[in-house]
């Protein structure tokens, strides 16, 4: 896997990079593109590579919540912050069962899995990779995040037959800087690369709204782009802004700046997962329409994302419905890495 560096010590200034696929200039070009013209980019990317009606439905929950050593500004899970989130012990793999066959009856086709550690440890990995087996043996698409993983976890996730290994970029290499101190973007970089050397399937994106720039937004999904594959999943995540995290008062992005992220996705990223994410619960219908139209063919789907809400199951199948849309479990063909 070829990705680009980052220099801890650059934090405030352009991180050197290796070649990158697609440059911050050339995606903020996209960005500043009116928006009809953008959208109808974005569009004919997407119906190059899906069916434009068609969506692929995952249910994530929180198998470890709370207690999280990391300081990132934006998550109620951080130990650095009082948000009430009290630190919880991992959940029993019944339990965890019991959830993933819930989700699937209501219509989900992949099950992620999310628990709030720096780093698993051991006996941690071995309790999730039981999991994995239990939900993969139900039919479900598998996913989980655990934070920065080394290249034997990586490999013992997928023998117990993980799909997807979600660790995110969060933002700009130029940005990172003003929300996370306890780990480097290299840290995150690092374990994509043991993710991806292992066979597993990347789901990594990141979170807009945190008070950065349209020039930051850019850099960010440069990144993205710029990973050699490029992910299958891209979650793009609104901001919530969570009492107690530093990032409360942080103002709203305006949201067709929101919609025009997910169509840089699209055109930077042509046969990726790009998926609605955390925030969409504040997300009017005609918002979450025009995400898709933007080329979003992915949504968290249920009743709890994290810890943070997410629209009932009823109400995303009447909204799907209106829309003409339809889950789809089909997978596109492997992500190149090529611009359209």
Known sequence: MHISTFDASAIGRPAARLPMRWAPEQVLALYELPFADLLFRAQQVHREHFDANAIQLSSLLSIKTGGCPEDCAYCPQSAHFDTGVAAGKLMPRDEVVRAARAAQAAGAQRFCMGAAWRSPKPHHLEEVAEMVRAVKALG?????????????????????GLDYYNHNLDTSPEFYGSIISTRTYQDRLDTLEHVRG???????????????????????????????????????????????????????????????????????????????????????????????????????????????????????????????????????????????
Not at 140 to 160: F, H, S, Y
Request: charged content about 20%; glycine content about 10%; aromatic content about 4%.
């Open 140 to 160: 479900l698409e598998t996913c989980v995040t655990l934070g920065m993983l080394q290249k034997g976890q990586a490999e013992q996730l997928r023998q117990a």
């Open 198 to 340: 292992a066979g597993l399937k990347v789901c990594c994106g990141g979170i807009v709204g945190m008070g950065e720039s349209r020039v930051e937004r850019a850099g960010l999904i440069a990144q993205l782009a710029s990973l050699d594959p490029y992910p299958e999943s891209v979650p793009i995540n609104n901001l919530v802004q969570v009492a107690g995290t530093p990032l409360e008062s942080t103002p709203t992005l305006d949201p067709l700046e929101f919609v025009r992220t997910i169509a840089v996705a699209r055109i930077t990223m042509p046969r990726a997962r790009v998926r609605l994410s955390a925030g969409r619960e504040s997300m009017s219908e005609a918002l979450q329409a025009l995400c898709f139209l933007a080329g979003a063919n992915s949504l968290f789907y249920g009743e709890q994302l994290l810890t943070t809400g997410n629209p009932q199951v009823q109400a995303d199948q009447r909204l799907l419905e209106r829309l003409g849309m339809a889950p789809d479990g089909g997978t596109p063909a492997a992500a190149t890495g090529e611009r359209t």
